[in-house]
């Protein structure tokens, strides 16, 4: 008969996300209940490779659920991309026994997961903990919601002052390889444009838009761009504005790192704390390199080889909504 697992490991990788820390609590709470050791890998696969693991109790995750951040730290590994790396993770994983890892983080995390799993017998599961909400496989992903309101709370500011002054903003949110930031929170601000790098700006029609709007004397605009908008991001867009309409009152806001910080909300909270207990069920189960999601609010696995290989696609009604809404 198989040996059951008895110790784990579970780290956080890649950008941080708010809800990272629900997770590692869910973690590490149903890991004991189940009898298990678990242990924290501290900043991503680099405590793996350098060998900075420690035993986590109960205690250790008191008070870190409302905590934005992640309290394992994390970071991008690029020792861990080799297989030198990976041998001296594996080496260290085998002397604290530790038999299955719950991997908390975004599609370059998943990644360096499917690797390890693939050439050494230590199981993975994955949590999707990422702002910007591009995997496939789940709805949301730990830390979108927080993000996303933490960029709506902004945005609804400028248009305060966009308001008085009656100007155009152009407000870049993050997402380098993704628009879910930009779509969401351009939606639920009014904003008039969003562009987004999933789908081709169309230079010309954007200043043929803002031509029409000054001659309708329609002078407060928000433009919400993702960082990663096929055009560039939002210096680049009021460089070309100005250059091709002079009289726009235009300002740039880069919101940047604060989406990634602060406080989890309420919903990241729950997904986290569900996320992070189905991940050890998973590991008893012996569901073995999965990734953890949620789609029409029910708990789903897809096997960690196929999320590294799909994105999330944004629909062209969603497109659609925006164009309508915002006249
Ligand atoms: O967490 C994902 C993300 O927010 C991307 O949208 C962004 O481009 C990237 O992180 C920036 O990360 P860092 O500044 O940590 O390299």
Not at 93 to 107: F, N, Q, S, T
Not at 232 to 259: F, M, N, S, T, Y
Request: glycine fraction near 10%; include cysteine.
């Amino acid at each position: 008969m198989k040996k059951k697992i008895t110790k784990i490991g579970v780290l956080t990788s890649g950008g941080d996300s708010p809800g990272m820390n629900a997770a590692i609590r869910a973690v590490v709470r149903t890991g004991i209940y189940h009898g298990l050791e678990v242990y924290g890998i501290m900043r991503g696969y680099t405590g793996m490779v350098e060998n900075e693991i420690v035993k986590l109790e109960n205690r250790s995750v008191a008070n870190i659920i409302q905590r934005g951040g992640t309290m394992l730290k994390t970071s991008r590994c690029y020792e861990f991309l080799t297989p030198e790396g990976r041998a001296k993770a594996y080496e260290n994983l085998k002397k604290h026994g530790i038999e299955g890892l719950v991997i908390i983080g975004g599609d370059g995390s998943f990644k360096g997961a499917q690797i390890f799993s693939n050439e050494y017998d230590i199981p993975c599961v994955g949590l999707p903990g990422t702002i910007d909400k591009d995997i496939a496989g789940t709805d949301f992903t730990i830390g979108f919601d927080t993000a996303v309101n933490t960029a709506v709370e902004a945005i609804d500011k400028i248009r305060d002052t966009a308001d008085a002054h009656d100007r155009l903003f152009i407000v870049e949110v993050m997402g380098r390889d993704a628009g879910y930031i930009a779509l969401h929170s351009g939606i639920s601000t009014g904003a008039e444009h969003i562009l987004i790098p999933e789908k081709k700006t169309k230079v010309a029609d954007l200043i043929a838009s803002f031509q029409e709007k000054e001659k309708r004397k329609k002078l407060v605009n928000i433009i919400v761009i993702a960082e990663g908008d096929d055009f560039g991001g939002a210096d680049e867009l009021a460089k070309l504005l100005k250059k091709e309409i002079p009289q726009l009152d235009l300002r740039v806001c880069i919101l940047g790192h604060i989406q990634r910080g602060g406080a989890p909300s309420c919903f990241d909270r729950v997904i986290a704390s569900r996320m992070g207990y189905h991940a050890v069920e998973c590991l008893l189960e012996e569901r073995f390199n999965v990734f953890i999601g949620i789609v029409n609010n029910k708990i789903c696995y897809t096997p960690i080889n196929e999320a590294v290989k799909k994105k999330q696609r944004i629909s062209d009604e969603w497109m659609k909504i925006v164009k309508i809404l915002a006249t």
